[in-house]
């Protein structure tokens, strides 16, 4: 108890601290400076998309990892965990430099990819995979095949089955993952600062603007800037489990 | 609905099954299309990255490869890492079990509380988990003048270093354990205790040998965490080349010096580090799921 205090309580709470020592002006001038309520949308929004795009593409990868068998799919499995594994700073240098303009990927677009808010989606999109593909996984693996068979015995096709039999099961564990994987992104900064190009307005993250403020020993700032990032992500996950919630009541689990 | 099925009307229904089984898969043509999907998706975001690290690294040949990985910056970044995750992984370790025992075998207030607090460290972004301790012990901190008159510095240094990275890689080990010894019960150790074990011996010859495939997975993931944090070190390190810098933001510097090679390369040694831990947490996944 003595150590969890030493290293997670007392450190956090002096955020709080920290806060209380501004005034509400200046507090409120410092998180509602424009360069960072533009940071707090591309923060957001790119971890809203990311998270998305992750629920969509992460739940088709867990079914073929459960359901189906093909040449290679140990690997494939193995590989889904690559980005809990692989430092995100290495991450950061090798997406920018393969969605480059002169990139292997990036050559074959006409638009720039590196540098602009989609860059930062990709990123983003690679640190959330595993927390989708692993907390739908498990649930898929346990889902009994008799709901299945039931459902089309009775007359379903297999689109009507897994619409509203498969899928109704897969919903919480769907919810669990894009939070998991939204919360990652929301502060995620070693593979974003590389691909993102930081430029103020444009593609400026919200702990970018944190780092930039601790350069400049502006550490209030820096702290204001993090209450509003603890609170806002504090506030979507409480609303994430408001909906997890009432689905939980809604299918009477 | 409510009337009952009589056997002339029963026997279209079973016809009609037999000419056409129930629907229980679906056609090839979406499985393979799924299939695609999935490995297209798993070849742009995860195959591609990997191999155009190893590709970039080797682009100028392996002298340049290998005069990288030896250059003395590079090197005292390789021996920090070691150091940090040396000191890191063993006492979150300790933590992470003393924690997971208290919880799953013990009963008492506030043991919620105390399973979110563990769980904190992921909700927090790294940025922010290295700025807490600055304002615990920068110049202008907390504890900032008491440091200062006794001449001790944490933040620009080791010390500070580690305890960033102890914050972020706190959850790993008791995460992994909680869910493992919840499911395993107490009734092994109470028949322990009841032949006469002593508490130590107890956990060392029941607990321990039941939890060792789950402690070396959470081991595993909280040491590749702790070699590769970014955001929390590179805060808390204050950028000393040859002293303070780890490897990841050795790759940093040397990236944003435009000395891409030398960058790729020493990425490339954390990616084999990572690949291996990979391998490692899925044998120990493997073992784990024979008990």
């Given at each position: 108890?003595?150590y969890?205090s030493f290293i997670v309580?007392?450190?956090l709470?002096?955020i709080?601290?920290n806060?209380?020592?501004m005034?509400?002006?200046?507090?409120?001038e410092?998180?509602?400076?424009?360069?960072a309520?533009?940071s707090?949308?591309l923060s957001?929004?790119?971890?809203?998309?990311a998270?998305?795009?992750n629920?969509?593409?992460?739940?088709?990868?867990?079914?073929?990892?459960?359901r189906y068998d093909?040449?290679?799919?140990?690997?494939?499995d193995?590989?889904?965990?690559?980005p809990f594994?692989?430092?995100?700073?290495v991450?950061?240098?090798?997406?920018t430099t393969l969605?480059a303009p002169?990139g292997w990927?990036?050559?074959f677009?006409?638009f720039k990819?590196?540098?602009?808010p989609?860059?930062?989606v990709?990123?983003l999109?690679f640190?959330g995979l595993?927390?989708?593909?692993?907390t739908?996984q498990?649930v898929?693996?346990?889902?009994?095949r008799?709901v299945?068979e039931?459902?089309a015995?009775?007359?379903?096709?297999?689109?009507q089955?897994f619409v509203?039999v498969i899928l109704p099961e897969?919903?919480?564990?769907?919810?669990t993952g894009?939070?998991l994987?939204?919360?990652?992104?929301?502060g995620?900064?070693g593979s974003v600062?590389?691909?993102?190009g930081?430029?103020?307005?444009?593609?400026?993250?919200?702990p970018?603007i944190?780092?930039?403020?601790?350069?400049?020993?502006?550490?209030?700032g820096?702290?204001?800037?993090?209450?509003?990032m603890?609170?806002?992500?504090?506030?979507?996950?409480l609303?994430?489990n408001?909906i997890?919630w009432r689905?939980?009541r809604?299918?009477?689990y | 609905?409510?009337?009952?099925?009589?056997?002339?009307?029963?026997m279209?229904i079973v016809k009609?099954?037999v000419s056409n089984p129930?629907?229980?898969?679906e056609?090839?043509i979406?499985k393979w299309?799924l299939?695609?999907?999935?490995?297209?998706?798993?070849?742009?975001f995860?195959i591609?990255p990997?191999?155009?690290?190893f590709?970039?690294?080797?682009e100028?040949?392996?002298e340049t490869?290998?005069a990288?990985i030896?250059?003395?910056?590079?090197?005292a970044a390789i021996?920090?890492?070691i150091?940090?995750?040396?000191?890191?992984?063993?006492?979150?370790?300790v933590?992470g079990?003393?924690?997971?025992?208290?919880i799953?075998?013990f009963?008492?207030?506030?043991?919620?509380l105390?399973v979110?607090?563990i769980d904190?460290p992921?909700a927090?972004?790294?940025?922010?988990a290295?700025?807490i301790?600055?304002?615990?012990?920068?110049?202008?901190g907390l504890?900032?003048d008491?440091?200062?008159?006794?001449d001790?510095?944490?933040?620009?240094?080791?010390?500070?270093?580690?305890?960033a990275?102890?914050f972020?890689?706190?959850p790993f080990?008791?995460r992994e354990?909680?869910?493992?010894?919840q499911t395993?019960?107490?009734t092994e150790?109470?028949?322990s205790?009841?032949l006469?074990a002593?508490?130590?011996?107890?956990f060392?010859?029941v607990?321990l040998?039941?939890i060792?495939?789950?402690?070396?997975?959470?081991?595993?993931?909280?040491?590749a965490?702790?070699?590769?944090?970014?955001?929390a070190?590179?805060?808390?390190?204050?950028?000393?080349?040859?002293?303070?810098n780890?490897?990841p933001l050795?790759?940093e510097i040397?990236?944003n010096?435009y000395q891409?090679?030398a960058?790729?390369?020493?990425a490339?040694?954390?990616?084999?580090?990572a690949i291996l831990?990979i391998?490692?947490?899925?044998i120990?996944?493997w073992?784990?799921?024979e008990?």
């Open positions: 108890m003595l969890l309580i007392l450190p709470s002096m709080v601290v806060t209380l020592s005034s509400w002006g200046e507090f409120f410092t998180i509602t400076h424009p360069r309520v533009a707090y949308k957001f929004g790119s971890a809203l998309a998270g998305l795009i629920v969509i593409f992460g739940t088709i990868i867990a079914w073929v990892l459960i093909f040449p290679g799919k140990k690997i494939i193995g590989l889904v965990d690559l594994a692989l430092p995100t700073a991450a950061g240098i090798a997406l969605y002169s990927i990036g050559k677009f006409d990819i590196s540098y602009t989609l860059g930062i990709i990123a999109t640190i595993p927390f989708v593909v692993r739908v498990p898929l693996q346990n889902l009994g008799e299945e039931a459902s015995s009775l007359g379903a096709n297999r689109f089955t509203k897969l919903y919480p564990a769907m919810i894009f939070s994987a939204f919360s990652r992104s929301l995620e900064y600062v590389f691909i993102a930081n430029m103020p307005m444009k593609t400026e993250i919200t970018l944190i780092m930039t403020k601790l350069e400049q020993y502006d550490y209030v820096a702290t204001a800037i993090a209450v509003v603890l609170v806002g992500s504090f506030i979507i996950l609303f994430i408001l997890q689905m939980n809604k299918f009477n | 609905m409510t009337k009952p099925l009589d056997v002339d009307r029963k279209p009609k099954a129930y629907p229980l898969k056609s090839a979406v299309s299939i695609t999907i999935s490995l297209l998706y798993i070849s742009l995860l591609l990997l191999i155009s690290i590709v970039t690294a080797l100028k040949g392996w490869y290998v990288s030896v250059h003395p910056d590079a090197l021996k920090l890492t150091t940090v995750a040396l000191i890191v992984v063993p006492l979150n370790a933590f079990i003393a924690a997971a025992w208290l799953t075998k009963t008492f207030r506030g043991k919620n105390l979110t607090l904190l992921f927090v972004s790294p940025v922010i290295g700025l301790f600055i304002l615990l012990f920068g110049a202008q504890f900032g008491w440091l200062f008159e006794h001790i510095k944490i933040v620009f240094a080791l010390p500070g270093i580690i305890l990275t102890l972020v890689t706190f080990v008791a354990l909680i869910p493992l010894m395993q019960g107490i150790e109470e028949a205790i009841s006469g002593s508490g130590w011996k107890t060392f010859y607990t040998p039941n060792k495939w789950g402690l070396l997975y959470g081991l595993i993931l909280c040491n965490r702790a070699i590769g944090e970014f955001g070190v590179s805060v808390v390190s204050g950028h000393i080349r040859g002293e303070t780890t490897m050795h790759i040397l990236y010096e891409f090679t960058a790729f390369a020493v490339s040694i954390m990616s084999i580090l831990t391998i490692i947490k899925h120990a996944s073992k784990a799921k008990f």
